[in-house]
């Protein structure tokens, strides 16, 4: 069992995850991953549920934010299980996975006792790995410390958010890793006016004011990043007064079919001529949108020697 958490929400966890995965699958074990719960729907129809095509996902009715979760492991070819019965999801997912990897939505704890738990801290809120609960206390529990980001953070950030590490938990392994952002058509994003769309949690109670979208659109060439909150309706509107730090970006909020049509229709009603999907899904697969896009991307790279496999395999051999 590798547990995957993290200190805030949007500092990297699941791209971690998937990094995880990928380095289990490579040492020819069957892997199957456990995700935190997100109880938004019939909770007696989601005692156990498994997720291994999208549609699976369409089968449980998900939200943007469990799509957000799920979709980018199926698309590498990995089981997800969640739901409500922890013990009865562990004994489906023991049925078909040599390692199950506990992936913590939320920041939370791990549900299960783990042979190495991994936390990811995010430079770019440097002094949030002490400040928020439960996420400090994963960053004191874990065994290994990921500061991701460091491709985009301040240096002195970093060094800090490191130190920090070194001070409380001193048995954590440190390692630092970069999240390179990749985009499907970066030449269709120069000199255009664009509505950057932007995974919804790390925005609103992740409390981050932008996210890899709005990096890609800055870095290649944006002439404009379209304020959102003119066009914004229903729910929509209504996130944007609660979280004010919000301005040139809009958070993918979805829970439910009418938050759904009300991002579809802020995102069409804008005047922008690209829209840059930031978020982990393609949002056209649940929406129509009457302007082009491109979708943004983003994965873990360990920076100088690659450690992280070496101590899954060392788990791995004593288990």
């Not at 800090?160 to 952002?181: E, L």
């Not at 664009?194 to 002439?223: C, F, N, Q, R, S």
Request: some cysteine.
């Amino acid at each position: 069992m590798i547990a995957v958490t993290a200190v805030r929400t949007g500092s990297g966890k699941s791209q971690t995850t998937r990094y995880v995965a990928k380095a289990l699958v490579e040492m020819g074990k069957k892997v199957a991953i456990i995700r935190h719960p997100m109880p938004y729907g019939n909770l007696e129809e989601q005692v156990a549920m498994r997720f291994g095509s999208y549609e699976d996902l369409d089968k449980y009715n998900c939200t943007i934010e469990e799509r957000e979760e799920f979709e980018p492991h199926i698309d590498n070819g990995m089981v997800v299980y969640a739901g409500i019965d922890y013990q009865a999801i562990l004994e489906k997912a023991e049925q078909e996975a040599d390692v199950i990897i506990w992936d913590g939505g939320n920041n939370d704890l791990p549900f299960y006792n783990s042979d190495l738990h991994i936390v990811v801290v995010d430079p770019h809120r440097a002094g949030h790995e002490t400040t928020y609960h439960p996420g400090e206390t994963n960053l004191r529990m874990a065994d290994v410390a990921i500061i991701n980001k460091i491709d985009s953070a301040d240096p002195l950030e970093v060094e800090k958010v490191k130190n920090t590490v070194a001070a409380i938990n001193p048995k954590a392994k440190i390692i630092m890793a970069n999240s390179p952002i990749t985009v499907d058509d970066p030449e269709a994003i120069a000199g255009k006016k664009v509505l950057v769309v932007e995974d919804g949690p790390t925005l609103t109670h992740g409390e981050m004011a932008y996210g890899a979208g709005v990096i890609a659109a800055e870095k290649l060439g944006a002439t404009e990043l379209i304020d959102p909150r003119p066009y914004a309706v229903g729910t929509i509107k209504g996130t944007f007064a609660k979280y004010n730090h919000i301005s040139r970006l809009l958070p993918a909020m979805g829970y439910g079919k009418v938050q759904i049509e009300e991002l579809e229709k802020t995102i069409n009603d804008s005047p922008a001529e690209l829209v840059v999907i930031g978020t982990p899904i393609d949002l056209r697969r649940i929406m129509k949108l009457d302007k082009p896009a491109v979708r943004v991307r983003y994965d873990l790279e360990e920076v100088g020697k690659k450690e992280l496999a070496e101590i899954l395999a060392g788990v791995v051999a004593e288990n």
